[in-house]
């Protein structure tokens, strides 16, 4: 028969515990001396080791020979603990055992010393799920037990505990397993099983197990199935967990900033037929959102991007077509869809597509959220100078133009008998026609959110950048007026320019040369507060 391949691999000691040696460590520790807590609360996500180190911490409290602190494996007890024919280590699922009756016999039991090992061990998974009469029942128990009993509460909801229990145990917390390391332990596993996988196909996985080893491995073994031979590649793992592959998030990414609907109603259509889930195409819809928002707003974004050099390219190129106003107005609006997912089953793909066509035009949302990126992305363009020659003010008639006007509507009649001298011409000067001046300077609305780019690398810098003025010219160029000299000596150098033109270039999402950004001492005639390029809109609307 075949045996499940976490349970399998399964850690018989402390030192197998992947990815959670701040736990580790002090167990080992209190193994060592020989000192135990009565009570114990192991809490984090599912799959992180809770239970399995609940096991190792049972049977080295009773191990004969412990070995650097974990149970040595061999000993009668240690065997018997493997074997399950002891009687002393007690394992209970609150979650089916969760009434008074249930803890009450337990609390019947602890007055009994154990029959054959030292310690008799209690072992309560998910202790969420009790009943507050049964929380209630082990108080006291919990509090003030033998000396020869111990508790191992785990739980996946800590919140879900009374403070009064939690305040009875020694507390530990199971953190999420990094990739690197369920990438290297699913590398050992394969290679022990014989399982041909590659080594993006290993990183996919633990991408998909989100922390979880448990998860990872049981991935693992549902990819490698009855063929160990063949060659267990990305798209494998796509096909069998039912993924869209990361190639088809960009495009349909790339279709909501082309407005390319065509693109959009096929890529949904392709899922539907594939017999995979819309639910799993969504949240790697908003997974893939949300490394874009990490991208604009992180300097170090490959430090929270689980991606290769590749992919994080692909990323830059179609994370600078999105503001970040309209990155976090499309992630709501996928939560939102994600939530009407979970209510009707039926319409998935009618949700799906009705929130992607809203999201290519920004017209058909009203809400708050995309009010704000349709303001960004207009205040920008007028910052830039791309409207300075969008409106007009009413073009004024030349005299010229108006005497001859005047001249055409009102006819003259000649009498016939006598002629009249033919009046000399004479010649009007012609006033030329004035020029719409556009203003020539227009506050940059996006200041502040460079100035904190520049801090990130250069915080000295940016505090003097703070007391500056940014101004758009009408050719594209950046001016930055500052108040006093000192200032423009502190911030007028090589390295500071290079911080701001990058800053630049990422806020107003185009290349910033050296020759358009230039420093200059603010003069009088200057305004003394950034003018809003709403006013401005609204003032060209007026005239």
Same mark, same amino acid.
Do not use: W
């Given at each position: 028969m075949h045996q499940a391949l976490y349970r399998k691999w399964r850690p018989h000691t402390f030192d197998d515990v992947c990815g959670q040696e701040h736990i580790? =460590?002090?167990?080992?520790? !209190? $193994?060592?001396?020989?000192?135990?807590?009565?009570?114990?609360?192991?809490?984090?996500?599912?799959?992180?080791?809770k239970t399995t180190c609940a096991k190792i911490l049972a049977k080295v409290v009773n191990c004969e020979n412990p070995q650097n602190g974990s149970p040595c494996g061999e000993c009668a007890a240690c065997r018997s603990i493997d074997e399950g024919t002891t009687t002393d280590i007690l394992e209970m699922d609150a979650a089916?055992?969760?009434?008074?009756?249930?803890?009450?016999?337990?609390?019947? @039991?602890? %007055?009994?010393?154990?029959? %054959?090992?030292?310690?008799?061990?209690?072992?309560?998974? !998910?202790?969420?799920?009790? =009943? *507050?009469? #049964?929380?209630?029942?082990?108080?006291?128990?919990?509090?003030?037990?033998? %000396?020869?009993v111990i508790f191992i509460l785990a739980t996946t909801e800590? +919140?879900?505990l009374p403070a009064t229990i939690i305040s009875r145990c020694q507390r530990f917390e199971f953190r999420r397993i990094s990739i690197d390391t369920l990438v290297n332990r699913l590398a050992y596993i394969a290679e022990k099983e014989n399982i041909n996988v590659e080594h993006? &196909?290993?990183?996919?996985?633990?991408?998909? #197990?989100?922390?979880?080893m448990r998860d990872a491995i049981s991935i693992l073994d549902l990819c490698a199935g009855g063929k160990r031979d063949s060659l267990i590649d990305e798209d494998a793992v796509n096909e069998i967990v039912g993924l869209s592959g990361r190639a088809v998030l960009a495009k349909v990414v790339g279709a909501v900033a082309d407005n390319n609907f065509d693109v959009i109603l096929e890529e949904i259509d392709n899922i539907v037929r594939s017999s995979k889930d819309i639910s799993v195409f969504w949240q790697n819809l908003m997974s893939f959102y949300r490394d874009m928002l990490v991208y604009r707003t992180s300097k170090d974004a490959a430090k929270y991007l689980d991606l290769t050099?590749?992919?994080?390219?692909?990323? #830059? @190129?179609?994370?600078?077509?999105?503001?970040?106003?309209?990155?976090?107005?499309?992630?709501?609006?996928?939560?939102? $869809?994600?939530?009407?997912?979970?209510?009707?089953?039926?319409?998935?793909?009618?949700? #799906? !597509?009705?929130?992607?066509?809203?999201?290519? *035009?920004?017209?058909?949302?009203?809400?708050?959220?995309?009010?704000?990126?349709r303001l960004s992305k207009l205040e920008d363009t007028v910052a830039l100078g791309a409207m300075s020659g969008g409106f007009t003010a009413k073009k004024e008639t030349p005299i010229a133009e108006q005497t001859a006007e005047r001249s055409t509507e009102q006819p003259?009649?000649?009498?016939?008998?006598?002629?009249?001298?033919?009046?000399?011409?004479?010649?009007?000067?012609?006033? @030329?026609?004035?020029? +719409?001046?556009?203003?020539?300077?227009?506050?940059?609305?996006?200041w502040a959110e460079v100035i904190d780019r520049v801090s990130q690398s250069d915080s000295r810098s940016a505090s003097y950048l703070?007391?500056?003025? &940014?101004?758009?010219?009408?050719?594209? %160029?950046?001016?930055?007026?500052?108040?006093?000299?000192?200032?423009?000596m502190m911030i007028d150098g090589a390295g500071?320019? *290079?911080?701001?033109? &990058?800053?630049?270039?990422?806020?107003?999402?185009?290349?910033?040369?050296? $020759? +358009?950004?230039?420093?200059? @001492?603010?003069?009088?005639?200057?305004?003394? !507060?950034?003018?809003? &390029?709403? *006013?401005?809109?609204?003032?060209?609307?007026?005239?």
């Open positions: 580790t =460590s002090i167990l080992k520790y !209190e $193994a060592s001396i020989g000192k135990f807590n009565h009570a114990y609360l192991f809490c984090g996500s599912r799959g992180t080791g089916s055992n969760n009434g008074v009756d249930n803890i009450r016999d337990i609390r019947d @039991e602890v %007055s009994y010393p154990p029959s %054959s090992l030292k310690y008799r061990v209690y072992i309560v998974d !998910e202790v969420h799920m009790l =009943s *507050d009469g #049964a929380f209630n029942a082990l108080l006291k128990t919990l509090e003030e037990p033998p %000396s020869y800590l +919140q879900k993006g &196909a290993l990183q996919l996985i633990a991408k998909i #197990a989100q922390g979880g050099d590749s992919e994080i390219k692909g990323l #830059a @190129e179609i994370s600078a077509r999105f503001s970040r106003e309209t990155i976090l107005a499309h992630c709501k609006q996928i939560e939102n $869809a994600y939530f009407s997912m979970q209510k009707s089953n039926s319409v998935k793909r009618t949700i #799906a !597509e009705l929130t992607l066509v809203k999201m290519c *035009d920004d017209t058909l949302d009203s809400s708050n959220d995309n009010i704000l990126s003259t009649e000649q009498p016939t008998e006598q002629p009249v001298p033919k009046p000399r011409e004479t010649v009007i000067p012609q006033k @030329e026609e004035p020029k +719409q001046e556009p203003k020539k300077i227009r506050g940059l609305s996006c703070r007391l500056t003025k &940014a101004y758009a010219l009408g050719d594209g %160029s950046i001016k930055i007026y500052v108040p006093d000299s000192f200032t423009l500071v320019k *290079d911080s701001l033109r &990058a800053a630049l270039s990422v806020c107003l999402k185009r290349d910033i040369p050296d $020759a +358009q950004l230039s420093f200059e @001492e603010k003069k009088d005639d200057l305004p003394d !507060e950034d003018e809003s &390029a709403l *006013d401005s809109i609204l003032e060209n609307f007026e005239n």
